[in-house]
């Protein structure tokens, strides 16, 4: 099935982008230029206040309402602790990610050996097999259960007034978007998503692929490239579910963009003075062609010279070979008006709607 993406960016204070298919509109985002989406974006921010009571900390990051860092949101490296019990904390999430990952594996196989049954296997070859996965499962249970403990007892060691100090500063990414008089809730854990890939540079040992890919064959195949792929030790990398029957070359890319992504984030903190926005996620162009565009759209027209501009910008550092198909809307006519879009989206308002 054929579709399109339009995007209107004519007016500066809103970005509208529509996909159309045979059966009609198929979806509809608007973004405004007045509230803009702060989810994903990363912030050098500077500790404000630290609240005991909460076991938390309100952090500066240039917004009208100071975010939210809860204690747990806190990655290690910023602790002012001892060099020994840092690292402990930091090998006790290592392992408690892996282990995670490991179990998730353990029991998807059980999965797949049930659907798959077990016809031309003997009494006492399944025996074996389930005695040995059991076995594996108490083994990680049991890692995971003292790896799970001792983070727990060394948080409880300290306060997160003894951890972090006012006046701090702290890299910092939005995970809820500001509410009523409530700030933004963040993160010090960093995660960029890109089309295939999500890199997260400083959350230790954690490689993995998305739940929703479910098939053996499939996560076997993703694992081999996520190993080939000499991801660094401190770093994790997920595959997203677009990420299923992509070739290693289209993941290497989409996993070497974030990653130059991030080194630019990192010498842009270098120069920072907090607070600042250091990596802008909420851009809408930049969310559709990523989340929602696929190479089977050969159309992607754009109206609005800036927008047409940005687009086609990051289409090329996204999927270069497909910057061709974006195009820009040159009739007078309005690009929503033409395709009629206009009248699916008041549709949506209508008392009775038809799905």
Same mark, same amino acid.
């Not at 007016?11 to 803009?36: I, P």
């Not at 270069?320 to 008041?346: D, G, L, M």
């Given at each position: 099935?054929?579709?399109?993406?339009?995007?209107?960016?004519?007016?500066?204070?809103?970005?509208?982008?529509?996909?159309?298919?045979?059966?009609?509109?198929?979806?509809?985002?608007?973004?405004? /230029?007045?509230?803009?989406? =702060?989810?994903?974006?990363?912030?050098?921010?500077?500790?404000?206040?630290?609240?005991?009571?909460?076991?938390?900390?309100? &952090?500066?990051?240039? /917004?009208?309402? !100071?975010? @939210? =860092?809860? @204690?747990?949101? &806190?990655?290690?490296?910023?602790?002012?602790?001892?060099?020994? +019990?840092?690292?402990? =904390?930091?090998?006790?999430?290592?392992?408690?990610?892996?282990?995670?990952? $490991?179990?998730?594996?353990?029991?998807?196989?059980?999965?797949?050996?049930?659907?798959?049954?077990?016809?031309?296997?003997?009494?006492?070859?399944?025996?074996?097999?389930?005695?040995?996965? +059991?076995?594996?499962?108490?083994?990680?249970n049991r890692k995971h259960k003292s790896s799970s403990n001792l983070k727990r007892k060394l948080y409880r060691s300290y306060?997160?007034?003894?951890?972090?100090?006012?006046?701090? =500063?702290?890299?910092?990414?939005?995970? #809820?978007?500001?509410?009523? !008089?409530?700030?933004?809730?963040?993160? /010090?854990?960093?995660?960029?998503?890109?089309?295939?890939?999500?890199?997260?540079?400083?959350?230790?040992?954690?490689?993995?692929?998305?739940?929703?890919?479910?098939?053996?064959?499939?996560? !076997? #195949?993703? #694992?081999?490239? &996520?190993?080939?792929?000499?991801?660094?030790?401190?770093?994790?990398?997920?595959?997203?579910?677009?990420?299923?029957?992509?070739?290693?070359?289209?993941?290497?890319?989409?996993?070497?963009?974030?990653?130059?992504?991030?080194?630019?984030?990192?010498?842009?903190?270098?120069?920072?003075?907090?607070?600042?926005?250091?990596?802008?996620?909420? !851009?809408?162009?930049?969310?559709?062609?990523?989340?929602?565009?696929?190479?089977?759209?050969?159309?992607?027209?754009?109206?609005?010279?800036?927008?047409?501009?940005? $687009?086609?910008?990051?289409? /090329?550092?996204?999927?270069?070979?497909?910057?061709? @198909?974006?195009?820009?809307?040159?009739?007078?006519?309005?690009?929503?008006?033409?395709?009629?879009?206009?009248?699916?989206?008041?549709?949506?308002?209508?008392?009775?709607?038809?799905?």
């Amino acid at each position: 099935m054929s579709q399109k993406l339009l995007i209107d960016g004519s007016r500066d204070s809103q970005t509208q982008v529509a996909l159309l298919s045979e059966n009609g509109l198929e979806d509809f985002e608007f973004e405004s /230029s007045s509230r803009k989406n =702060l989810k994903g974006n990363i912030y050098l921010g500077k500790v404000s206040r630290i609240e005991a009571s909460l076991q938390a900390a309100f &952090i500066d990051i240039g /917004s009208e309402k !100071n975010g @939210f =860092l809860a @204690f747990g949101e &806190i990655h290690p490296n910023y602790f002012q602790i001892p060099v020994a +019990d840092r690292e402990a =904390l930091i090998e006790a999430e290592a392992n408690i990610e892996e282990e995670h990952n $490991t179990q998730d594996d353990i029991e998807e196989n059980e999965e797949v050996k049930e659907s798959e049954g077990e016809e031309g296997i003997t009494a006492t070859e399944t025996d074996k097999d389930e005695s040995s996965t +059991d076995n594996e499962k108490v083994i990680k249970n049991r890692k995971h259960k003292s790896s799970s403990n001792l983070k727990r007892k060394l948080y409880r060691s300290y306060k997160i007034q003894e951890v972090i100090k006012t006046g701090q =500063l702290i890299l910092v990414q939005v995970v #809820k978007e500001e509410r009523g !008089n409530k700030g933004a809730a963040l993160t /010090s854990y960093i995660s960029l998503a890109g089309k295939y890939t999500v890199l997260m540079p400083n959350s230790t040992k954690t490689k993995g692929i998305s739940r929703k890919i479910s098939t053996s064959d499939d996560r !076997n #195949k993703l #694992k081999q490239i &996520i190993d080939e792929l000499n991801v660094p030790l401190e770093m994790g990398l997920i595959i997203r579910t677009a990420g299923l029957n992509k070739t290693k070359n289209e993941i290497k890319k989409d996993y070497s963009t974030l990653n130059k992504l991030w080194v630019e984030i990192v010498t842009d903190t270098k120069k920072a003075i907090a607070p600042a926005l250091i990596h802008e996620e909420g !851009n809408l162009l930049r969310r559709v062609l990523r989340d929602v565009y696929t190479k089977d759209m050969k159309d992607i027209l754009v109206e609005g010279k800036e927008s047409y501009k940005e $687009t086609k910008k990051y289409m /090329s550092q996204l999927l270069p070979s497909c910057a061709k @198909f974006v195009k820009q809307y040159k009739s007078k006519e309005p690009i929503f008006s033409r395709y009629k879009v206009e009248n699916e989206i008041i549709k949506m308002f209508n008392p009775e709607v038809k799905l």
